[in-house]
Structure formats: C-alpha cells, structure tokens
C-alpha cells in the first residue's frame, strides 16, 4: 500500500494569513505565528515530525488544536492511488477500448509555415520531425473504416484532419470525408473538422467542405504583430494577412452564419500572449465578424512562461506584463466589469472555478486519493499517424505507439504505458500538496522535453504546484475583498481536472 501524509500548504495575501489543508480540499485563515510555524515545518527534512511537534504560544496552540478536533490540518495519512490503475485498464475499460469517440487523423507531416512552437519543428525539444510523408486516401479509408468498426454508432463521434497543414492534401480529405459520410447513415451524430493554419482556406476551398458539413479550425494567435512573431512562411514572412485575407472572403459570403463553420485558435504563450497583451481585443475592433466566432486557448499556464521553449523574451519583460494582465484582471473582477477581456477571462476563470466547485469531502474517511488526470490510452480518442499507427493523442511522440489501423489497439503497449506512469506518479506525488487539483497526463509531462523522464516530471509537478499557488492566492484575495464576488465561480466553467469530482461551491476561507 503506497500511503503518506498530505500537510498543509502555508500561503499570504497582504491581509491574512493562510493554509489550504488538501485533506479536507479547504482553506483556513490562521494567525502569524501558526503560519511561520507551518513554513517552517513544510520546509524541513523530516515535514511529519516537524509538523507534530510543532510549538506555539497558547493562543495559536488553541487555534490548531480546534482545528484538529474538527478532522482539519490533520496531516492525515492517505493512500495514493495513480490513475488511471491498470485493474481499471485490465477489467473495467476493454469494452470502451472498442468505443472511442473521436480521431484526429494525420493528413501530412509538410507544411507551408514554420511556426517556431510547431510540434513539427526540426528544431531541438519537438516531439514531431518535420517530414514530407502524407497519408493516402487507402490510409485515411483504413483509418475511418477501423474507426467506424470500432465506436459506438449510436454516440455522438468526431473525425479530425490534422497536420501539418491538411489543406496540402486537400482532394483527398474531400474524398475521405465523403467516404466517412457513406458509412455514417445520422449524420448528425458525425462530427468532422479540419485543423488549419489557414493560408489556404479561401472561400473556394472551404466552402465545399462547408456544404459537406466539415468545421475548420483555424490557428490564428492575434492581431498581425502577435501572429507573425512565431508563425511564419519558409521565407521568414508572417502569415497574419494571408489568413486574415481569407477570412474576411468567407465573412463576406457567409455573414452571420461564419459562427457555424469555423473557429479560431490560439496559441498563447510567452510569444504570442505578451508580445501586445490587447492584440486580441484590437483584432476583434478591426475585424469585428470575428467577435462571435468561437476561439480556443492552447493552454500554457503562467507559472511555465519563464521556463522551457517558449520563453523567447527577458524574464523581467514577461513578468512585468504578467503582473499588468493579473492587474487587469482583478481590477475588472472586483469592479464586476461585465465587459472583462475576453483573454484574462479565459486565463484565470477556469481554473478558479474548479477551485470553488472543488470536492471538500474528507480524505480523513476514504484514506485514499486519486493522483494525476492521464486518460486511459486509446479509450476515448485516438491518434493515426499518416503511416496508420495509433497513438493516444497528438501530443505525444512516436514512442507513445498502441496499435495500427491493420492490427487495432495494443493493449500490452496501453499497459507498459500506464505502468511506467504509475511508478513515476508514485515517486512524485507523495505529499504534494496540489494532489487534489492536479490533472498533469503523460502527454504534458512528455511536452517538456522529448522524452518522459522523472526529472521533467519533477519539473512539470513544480510547475504545477506554483500555478496552482498562484490561483489560491488570486482566489483568497476575491473572498477578503468581498465573498459575493465568488458566486461569479458557481458559474464559470471549470477546467476538466480529475480531483474525484467537483460538488457545488463551498466557499469556507474560515474567519
């Protein structure tokens, strides 16, 4: 039985002091000498003694002891259970191994951009090489014909084009998608998209795809200065008034109804998110069809933007105008700004809605907690390479391989996976005080660098720990200002994490 101890997490704002308790999922409001007394502990070699023997003046020994008569800052012991387990691998998921939901199909390796963050580079710390392989319509028709064989039929299900850029094998993805349509009689149940980089997507290649019911995604990081620093053609030019050209064509055929075809999305990092922190709302000024359109954040947390390949910028540069955007942020919050940008939005909401909608039910009673938020490889979503291997997703590289189209899912291959997995998780998740919050899955551990490694776990749940540290602090700062402000959370959608559920908010930062 892997079992430990989870103690608590000391925190400041300028008015109070602090320490979320992960036993019981909840924040607690202490006195100065209880929080120097938890850094102390938290920060030496033996935490548990440490913590046990801690020593306070009456009045704070008073304190704690209250809160331990209450089951909280209890330090209890709990086991870790790395999900998902293989029994759940073994037994549980087979049936839906033969159910996935979607696949994202590899049309081609080439592309017409270089974008400097491309999974596709050839530059180091990639997880793809850029080649010029393409799938054939036969591939892409044994790709679709195993999907097909192999998910539910009476489900809502999802083909996706994926690349490099589709659009350079474009007759053949016609061809497909008019081959997937064939097979699938509701077509309502039968979601296509292609993923686009979207040079080429003018009104007289997209609208066929339109009329065959395909939704295109299109990656577009911003206003023209913002897009062109990373995304760029061979020749070093920027793609923004390529793209922009196109959609302004489609705008002009399809007015209103563009919000049913295509969406936007962006790649916000340290290149494209702090180049012009308004790049995004002067591009919707300028091209205000776009402001209904849907758009989808790539997710690079603040804590990563110092760190890793996407720091292309002086570290004091990117703070500075972390600390703006933050600033903006709870400026518009606490003056409950209806009008909030849309980008500050998306950076803090979600993750703040998943901390008030969090379970706050006892590890106390269960003695056991849940550690990471990988998927299950191949159950619910699956990756062809344009060679037909299948992979668990697009964000993990060639050494990540469950099966092919020919010879289906590999189980043994799933479950070398999960365990190597397991033992990492083991090794790491052993009084981590964001274990309940946490939903790093080997595809974000393998983003570090190339290769899935205890040091770039190490570094991913370090990561991990001080975005999460960031937030609580953002979180705590809205219930010292005014506890009605939280109830915007109840609303918000929160980020898909695994942390055994989320119940309806129970906002207690106990005063």
């Not at 089951?71 to 073994?90: D, K, R």
Request: charged share 25%; proline share 4%; aromatic share 10%.
């Amino acid at each position: 039985m892997n079992t430990f101890r989870l103690y608590p997490f000391p925190y400041e704002t300028e008015k109070g002091h602090y320490l979320y308790d992960p036993c019981t999922n909840d924040f607690f409001e202490v006195d100065g000498e209880l929080y120097k007394a938890a850094c102390k502990a938290v920060r030496s070699r033996n935490p548990g003694q440490a913590w046990n023997k801690i020593k306070l003046l009456p009045s704070s020994a008073r304190e704690l002891e209250e809160y331990r008569s209450n089951g909280c800052l209890c330090a209890s012991e709990v086991e870790i259970i790395p999900f998902p387990t293989i029994e759940m691998c073994c037994s549980i998921l087979p049936e839906k191994w033969r159910t996935p939901k979607t696949v994202t199909i590899e049309v081609t390796e080439d592309c017409n951009l270089k974008c400097t963050y491309c999974e596709y580079s050839n530059d180091g710390g990639h997880r793809r090489l850029r080649g010029h392989r393409s799938a054939t319509i036969e591939s892409m028709r044994k790709a679709i014909k195993w999907f097909h064989d192999n998910s539910d039929l009476g489900e809502s299900r999802g083909i996706s084009f994926y690349g490099g850029e589709p659009f350079l094998c474009y007759q053949e993805i016609l061809e497909t998608v008019d081959y997937a349509r064939s097979l699938c009689h509701d077509k309502e149940k039968l979601r296509i998209s292609v993923t686009t980089n979207g040079t080429m997507a003018n009104l007289r290649r997209a609208k066929p795809l339109f009329d065959r019911g395909v939704k295109l995604h299109v990656s577009l990081d911003g206003n023209e200065a913002t897009h062109d620093w990373a995304r760029i053609t061979h020749s070093g030019f920027g793609s923004f008034q390529l793209i922009i050209n196109n959609l302004r064509e489609l705008a002009a055929h399809y007015g209103d109804e563009l919000v049913n075809h295509l969406s936007l999305q962006a790649n916000i990092d340290a290149n494209s998110m702090f180049d012009d922190l308004v790049g995004w709302e002067k591009l919707l000024e300028k091209e205000p069809y776009l402001r209904n359109v849907a758009k989808h954040f790539s997710r690079r947390s603040l804590s990563e933007l110092t760190t890793g390949r996407y720091q292309s910028r002086p570290v004091s540069d990117i703070q500075s105008k972390a600390e703006y955007l933050l600033k903006l942020y709870i400026d518009q919050t606490l003056l409950r700004d209806t009008q909030r940008s849309e980008l500050t939005k998306w950076i803090f909401d979600r993750e703040l809605a998943v901390i008030h909608q969090r379970d706050t039910s006892s590890l106390a009673n269960c003695r056991r907690v849940y550690a990471g938020g990988s998927c299950v490889p191949g159950a619910l979503r699956v990756f062809v390479s344009c060679k037909g291997k299948l992979y668990p997703c697009e964000r993990v590289d060639e050494r990540y391989e469950i099966g092919s189209v020919e010879t289906g899912i590999d189980y043994v291959r799933v479950t070398n996976i999960i365990t190597k997995w397991q033992q990492f998780l083991l090794s790491v998740c052993q009084g981590c005080w964001a274990i309940r919050f946490c939903s790093k899955c080997i595809a974000s551990v393998s983003e570090i660098e190339d290769c899935m490694t205890i040091d770039n776990v190490r570094l991913n749940c370090q990561n991990i720990r001080s975005f999460w540290a960031q937030k609580i602090v953002l979180y705590t700062l809205f219930a010292e200002q005014d506890i009605g402000l939280l109830d915007y959370f109840s609303r918000a959608r929160p980020i898909s994490s695994f942390s055994e559920g989320h119940k309806q908010p129970t906002p207690s930062l106990n005063e």
